[in-house]
């Protein structure tokens, strides 16, 4: 995978980061600049390691499914990618006050706003790459992004929530539609 296609998935991966990241800039209350550090680096460590376990399981099974992985890695980007638009399309933003200073909190955002890298370490693994280069920048980007997502969120409120699951959704689709596209044009 080229870095394009790598930064691609990183900030698909990262829409629903900004999404909660946006929510939580939204609350009243200002928090610390050092607790708005470890909140972004808490999501990027969680979306970083789980394509890492994701990765390890595909390689397991890799040779198993090498006839027909690009249709695994599709259907999985497309799951992912669509259930994130439908969520940005259909869902109601929630008037939710994160408190991004308890540990608990933040772990469990990271949970949800990472399970998806999970799939994306299993297609990575599936189509032969390394698993590294792209976990450092979904990594990277993710910090910057959560960063981000809390400036908008003081800044903009929840106007652009919506709009950043449904753009990673249709961005994660459109990879996967690009890995079938490659795979059959060579």
């Given amino acids: ?20 990241s946006i929510a939580a800039g939204c ?7 050092r607790v708005i550090l470890r909140y972004a680096l808490i999501l990027a460590l969680f979306q970083a390691g789980m394509p890492i376990i994701g990765w390890f ?17 599709f259907a999985l980007l497309a799951l992912v990618g669509g259930k994130m638009a439908y969520d940005g399309i ?36 599936t189509l032969g ?17 959560a960063l981000a997502g809390i400036w908008l969120g003081r800044k903009m409120g929840h106007k652009f929530q919506k709009s950043a699951e449904i753009i990673g959704g249709f961005l994660l689709i459109a990879i996967g539609a690009k890995i079938v ?4 044009c060579s």
């Fill in 1 to 20: 995978m080229n870095f394009i296609t790598i930064l691609a998935i990183a900030i698909g991966l990262c829409m629903d980061t900004v999404s909660v």
């Fill in 27 to 33: 609350n009243k209350h200002h928090f610390k600049p």
């Fill in 57 to 73: 399981l595909g390689e397991r099974v890799a040779h198993l499914i090498s006839e027909f992985d690009h249709w695994i890695a």
């Fill in 90 to 125: 259909c869902g109601h933003p929630e008037k939710m006050k994160l408190k991004i200073s308890s540990y608990k909190v933040v772990v469990t955002l990271a949970i949800a706003t990472s399970i998806d890298a999970f799939a994306v370490g299993f297609t990575i693994s």
């Fill in 129 to 145: 790459q390394s698993i590294w280069y792209p976990t450092t920048i979904i990594g990277i980007c993710t910090f910057l992004f």
């Fill in 181 to 184: 596209i490659e795979h059959l």
